[in-house]
T-cell receptor
Framework: KNQVEQSPQSLIILEGKNCTLQCNYTVSPFSNLRWYKQDTGRGPVSLTIMTFSENTKSNGRYTATLDADTKQSSLHITASQLSDSASYICVVTSNSGYALNFGKGTSLLVTP | GAVVSQHPSWVICKSGTSVKIECRSLDFQATTMFWYRQFPKQSLMLMATSNEGSKATYEQGVEKDKFLINHASLTLSTLTVTSAHPEDSSFYIC????????????FGDGTRLSIL
């Protein structure tokens, strides 16, 4: 069964600190892995997409890593800002990229 | 970039009412759109795939007579929750696929449906 597990479920950090979110998956066959940011009451917004051959990708202060051998990914947020408070969702696609498997997300709260 | 517009963003209505949610692709054509449902602190759950000019494909366990989907044009898909009840209260999100398998889906901003 295709599964995407994210940890931690929730996280509170101080503004300016770094944090790392984890995603483990059992999706097969693997097509790509995506990280989305979802603000409360809004739709998800894409942060990064990585295919099998990519092991790191950055988008500003967000850096995603992928280890396709261990089926693990991480999202590192550098110098957090209050606006980073949101849910971060890991999505692993299969079937040539059109079958999406969603994680439950990590809820991040950045406090002053 | 590609934008998906969803309307309304918030609906509060009485039990038994039917509610229509619209999803529009603003600067591109979408032959396929996806409808998701999200409960608090849960992941998005795919309800159905909307196909322009043909019947929608529903996921297992989703009542097609309850959740009517119409994809009448290349830029508009609608989801109608018929005879809504409190248990239908949820966050409904639509999306359109990217231009290729390694392109991100474009999500609407969602519709918060509250049935009293």
């Amino acid at each position: 069964k295709n599964q995407v597990e994210q940890s931690p479920q929730s996280l509170i950090i101080l503004e300016g600190k770094n944090c790392t979110l984890q995603c483990n998956y059992t999706v097969s066959p693997f097509s790509n892995l995506r990280w989305y940011k979802q603000d409360t009451g809004r739709g998800p917004v894409s942060l990064t997409i990585m295919t099998f051959s990519e092991n790191t990708k950055s988008n500003g202060r967000y850096t995603a890593t992928l280890d396709a051998d261990t089926k693990q990914s991480s999202l590192h947020i550098t110098a957090s800002q209050l606006s980073d408070s949101a849910s971060y969702i890991c999505v692993v696609t299969s079937n040539s990229g059109y079958a999406l498997n969603f994680g439950k997300g990590t809820s991040l709260l950045v406090t002053p | 970039g590609a934008v998906v517009s969803q309307h309304p963003s918030w609906v509060i209505c009485k039990s038994g009412t039917s509610v229509k949610i619209e999803c529009r692709s603003l600067d591109f054509q979408a032959t396929t759109m996806f409808w998701y449902r999200q409960f608090p602190k849960q992941s998005l759950m795919l309800m159905a795939t909307s196909n322009e000019g043909s019947k929608a494909t529903y996921e297992q366990g989703v009542e097609k007579d309850k959740f009517l989907i119409n994809h009448a044009s290349l830029t508009l898909s609608t989801l109608t929750v018929t005879s809504a009840h409190p248990e239908d209260s949820s966050f409904y999100i639509c999306s359109a696929p990217g231009t290729g398998p390694n392109q991100p889906q474009h999500f609407g901003d969602g519709t918060r449906l509250s049935i009293l």
